[in-house]
């Protein structure tokens, strides 16, 4: 059983089920991420930061499968997911290179119900991404303006280039019209030119600045590889965010 969204915005219990998706269309984002639309029929809907299964099958009968965030809030049956070309992977590839507008997939979900924030929750918000880790919080700044929430949002999105900003015109766009919604990066090779400051992992002078203090409670999102997920987990620990506040989502290599 999994959660997906009411009309109140609580979770409802829905068997997972294979169902068959098929691609509307696709927009580049970086040179090596892609958001894709799927039309997925009997889709029971989700909750921003979700995420779900896709299977591939070879005329051979062998498949591989691999989990996706959901990229935005709840679209009737169509679903997007922002895919990053994995080396030598085995479905990330295909996706970005080959799968063509109304071809078919499998797809499974919606999967999760921890690392979710719900459009009725009021209390300011932290995400912090590292990479494609900023997929399923953009998901949730996309559900807080198509809410009308005014939860202050503060979005800390660390990445190894300019060129590899997920989003990067939206972000620039929901910076300007979204009331509540900050974003500060952190470059870890390179720095766009008049950036102050040098290429850095994120650490404790990012997260306290850019953060919210601990005594507003707010709820914390880190999303990004492993690593990057428990420094940023011990650093709002040790500034003081309880841990019944702070919810984590990594993930690894797999493609």
């Not at 914390?220 to 919810?247: K, M, Q, S």
């Amino acid at each position: 059983m999994t959660a997906s969204a009411s009309t109140t915005g609580g979770p409802v219990a829905a068997p997972l089920t294979w169902r068959v998706a098929r691609l509307a269309h696709r927009r580049v984002e970086t040179p090596t991420a892609q958001t894709l639309v799927l039309d997925v029929p009997g889709w029971p809907g989700h909750l921003p930061g979700q995420h779900v299964d896709v299977r591939l099958t070879a005329e051979d009968g062998y498949q591989a499968a691999r989990s996706y965030s959901l990229a935005g809030p709840a679209d009737g049956e169509r679903v997007a997911l922002t895919v990053q070309r994995v080396p030598d992977g085995e479905v990330s590839p295909y996706l970005i290179d080959t799968w063509a507008e109304g071809d078919p997939v499998e797809v499974r979900g919606p999967v999760g119900g921890w690392f979710v924030w719900r459009t009725q929750e009021s209390a300011p918000v932290l995400l912090v991404a590292g990479g494609s880790g900023v997929v399923p919080l953009m998901a949730m700044v996309r559900a807080r303006r198509a809410a009308g929430s005014r939860a202050p949002f503060r979005l800390v999105y660390s990445v190894r280039t300019p060129a590899d900003v997920i989003y990067a015109d939206e972000l620039r766009r929901r910076v300007r019209d979204d009331h509540g919604l900050d974003v500060a990066y952190v470059y870890t090779r390179q720095a766009p030119e008049g950036w102050r400051g040098e290429p850095h992992r994120i650490g404790l002078a990012d997260v306290n600045t850019h953060g919210w203090p601990p005594e507003l409670e707010p709820l914390c999102y880190v999303c990004g590889p492993t690593g990057f997920v428990e420094t940023v987990a011990d650093l709002l620990v040790g500034l003081g965010h309880p841990t019944r506040r702070i919810r984590t989502e990594r993930f690894g290599p797999t493609g």
